[in-house]
């Protein structure tokens, strides 16, 4: 399968704890991306890479929140002292940069990692 | 006021019906845009991109209007595999990363 993973599915973990998530999206794909997305919500934009770099981090991310992506191929994304208001379904996306013309493309999504915050 | 909204709906409609979906976006200086569908416990997947002279997929249709800030979507002869959610996204240029969403139009397609 050659699609976005993410690992793991699904964590369960108490309150104050540290989890960090990992996103390995599709290999040829420059940017990667991460969401945050609640019931009956859409998916709401924590940040995003370009290669290894960080380009923008939403003003919503707390200090809690980091994302690395070292070598510019997979991600982590972790979060210290959690709190139940970060219970949520994370998600990671991948796409390509057109080399011509640098136009936006196709986000290609994984199937998530569900946090719950006990 | 959220940058991008939506009717949540639902809507619930029979086979064969046409449902329309729309979206405004509150960022004058928004460039690119799109539809994704999301099905219940699952990812967002691309449907359409928008074009400012509106396109056509299939039984898909969608509409760009600039001066008022909306986008929309036409279904024709809906199926039931159509059920899912329908997510507005808009992007601030053609070359931006950062992505804003809607929180989603829900359709259910009877029998």
């Known amino acids: 399968d050659t699609g976005v993973s993410q690992d793991p599915r699904h964590k369960i973990t108490k309150r104050g704890q540290n989890v960090t998530f990992r996103c390995d999206p599709i290999?040829?794909?420059?940017?990667l991306y991460w969401y945050r997305q609640t019931l009956g919500q859409g998916p709401e934009f924590l940040t995003y890479f370009q290669n290894e770099a960080q380009l923008e981090k939403s003003r919503l991310l707390s200090d809690r929140f980091s994302a690395e992506r070292p070598k510019g191929s997979f991600s982590t994304l972790e979060i210290q002292r959690t709190e139940q208001g970060d219970s949520a379904m994370y998600l990671c996306?991948?796409?390509?940069?057109?080399?011509?013309?640098?136009?936006?493309?196709?986000?290609?999504f994984g199937p998530g990692t569900r946090l719950t915050v006990l | 006021r959220k940058e991008v909204e939506q009717d949540p709906g639902p809507f619930n409609v029979p086979e064969g019906a046409t449902v329309a979906f729309n979206c405004t976006y509150s960022?004058?200086?928004?460039?690119?845009f799109f539809w994704y569908r999301q099905d219940c416990r699952k990812e967002p997947k691309l449907l359409m991109s928008v074009y400012s002279s509106g396109n056509e997929d299939g039984r898909f249709t969608a509409q760009l209007n600039r001066a008022s800030q909306y986008i929309s979507l036409l279904i024709r002869d809906s199926k039931l595999s159509d059920s899912a959610t329908y997510l507005c996204?808009?992007?601030?240029?053609?070359?931006?990363?950062?992505?804003?969403f809607g929180d989603g139009t829900t359709l259910t397609v009877k029998p």
């Open positions: 290999s040829e794909h420059n940017r």
């Open positions: 996306a991948s796409s390509p940069i057109d080399k011509g013309t640098s136009a936006y493309n196709e986000q290609f």
């Open positions: 996204v808009v992007n601030p240029n053609t070359n931006a990363g950062k992505s804003t």
């Open positions: 960022n004058s200086a928004s460039q690119s």
